[in-house]
């Protein structure tokens, strides 16, 4: 059974922890990634954390109480929980450079890459509610915040 299917059971033994863990890492490592583009928000630094929480009875038990929390007093859903990226930066999208050919902005990253960050026409509308895109780079794992308007 996969560790999503049971996140809000409390009765994960340690060794099924241990092994999503390492399966997490692998799938969402930067240089694991199948193709060039991190379509998940997930860092290797949010699965550590997320291990830890797991692992530790007391940290268990204190995320429970706020997970069981924050569904309480936000039943939708959304907006209440926001991952935390590190290395996050946040730019405009006007900030990034426009190829018309294919229609993706890009912009180079501090790891080297000149077009380490992608986005697409197609990300952006799957993302216009809330008016920003979070996009990781492919060359490392840091990440950009991309905030955006549509115009009528």
């Known amino acids: 059974m996969r560790l999503e299917d049971r996140q809000h059971e409390s009765s994960l033994s340690s060794q099924e922890v241990k092994s999503a863990y390492r399966r997490t890492l692998l799938q969402y490592h930067p240089d694991k990634a199948k ?15 997320a291990y ?8 268990r038990a204190e995320y429970d109480r706020w997970l069981h ?10 907006g209440g929980l926001r991952p935390h990226h590190t290395g996050l930066e946040t730019v405009d999208l006007d900030d ?4 018309s050919e294919s229609s993706i902005w890009s ?9 380490g960050y992608l986005v697409t026409e197609t990300e952006l ?28």
């Open 107 to 115: 912009r180079g990253c501090r790891c080297g890459d000149d077009s």
């Open 69 to 78: 929390s924050s569904n309480r007093n936000n039943p939708s859903g959304k």
């Open 96 to 99: 990034l450079s426009f190829d």
């Open 52 to 59: 830890k929480t797991l692992s530790e009875p007391d940290l």
């Open 35 to 49: 193709d060039g583009l991190q379509k998940a928000f997930i860092s290797v630094d949010d699965i550590a954390l």
């Open 125 to 152: 509308e799957k993302n216009v509610e809330e008016g920003e895109l979070i996009v990781g780079c492919k060359g490392c794992s840091l990440w950009l915040r991309v905030l955006f308007g549509v115009e009528p």
